[in-house]
């Protein structure tokens, strides 16, 4: 459980990086246009969706 959570912050705090990085660098309003765009695409979602590891099983 505890790798789990790990595992969790360790990715949101990536997404968060990325997010602050592409505000910082073009500014709120791309932040909000990619957020749109992601909202408006469901199909796509899956797609643009970093690769996870598979979950491997316990002891």
């Known amino acids: 459980m505890d790798d ?3 595992f969790l912050h360790a990715h ?7 997010c602050a990085y592409v505000a910082h660098r073009f ?3 791309a932040l909000r246009a990619l ?3 992601y ?3 469901l199909d796509d979602r ?4 970093p690769e996870t590891p598979e979950p491997t099983e316990g002891p």
């Not at 949101?12 to 990325?18: F, G, I, L, S, T």
């Not at 899956?46 to 969706?49: D, G, I, P, V």
């Open 39 to 41: 909202t408006e695409h």
């Open 46 to 49: 899956e797609e643009w969706q």
């Open 27 to 29: 500014g709120g309003d």
């Open 4 to 6: 789990l959570l790990k």
């Open 12 to 18: 949101n705090e990536a997404d968060n990086h990325a």
């Open 35 to 37: 957020a749109q765009s």
